[in-house]
């Protein structure tokens, strides 16, 4: 099997259930994530995030069109100060328990998988930027970390 890169964008940041959450797609088609998938992966993130506790109120999806019929949408919280909750969300993926085919028909996926390959990449830039802007520094700078995002091009290459 070729394994190929695929393409990484970072859309707007959004404001969803008091939470900022900094988002990234991961597609290989360079027309990029179809609005309809984009609204149904948002729609069910309010279902997908923790209740709040004392930390900064941020979070950061990855939602990755699949080459077939899948979508998939990977929501990272982060809770009790330095811990990153995950909940997870696909489409169009029987094997994931989706009840059909359609990639804006997202259901909650309770398997404990964190994500894939080309998912992975914003992990370790929002665990530096975390520790870089709320806790190392004396005062926490949350602005600092929303504006702080993985740059877009690629899921690999980015030694």
């Known amino acids: 099997m070729a ?17 900022h959450v900094k988002r990234y797609h991961v597609t290989a088609d360079p027309a990029g994530i179809a609005p309809a998938v984009q609204d149904a992966a948002y729609g069910i993130l309010p279902t ?16 990755h069109r699949g080459g077939d ?3 998939y949408l990977n929501v990272y919280s982060w809770v009790w100060d330095n811990v990153l909750h995950f909940r997870g ?23 404990p998988w ?5 998912e992975l990449p914003p992990i370790r830039h929002e665990r530096d930027a975390w520790v870089r802007h709320l806790l190392a520094p004396d005062a926490p700078d949350l602005d600092a970390y929303l504006i702080d995002s993985l740059p877009e091009g690629t899921t690999g290459d980015r030694a």
């Open 3 to 19: 394994f190929s890169e695929k393409l990484l964008t970072v859309p707007p940041l959004i404001r969803v259930a008091g939470r």
């Open 48 to 63: 997908l995030l923790p209740v709040p506790d004392d930390t900064p109120p941020a979070a950061f999806v990855v939602l």
């Open 69 to 71: 019929d899948g979508a």
């Open 89 to 111: 969300a696909a489409a169009g993926q029987p094997v994931l328990g989706c009840p059909d085919r359609d990639p804006t028909h997202f259901v909650p996926v309770e398997r």
């Open 114 to 118: 964190i994500g894939c390959v080309w």
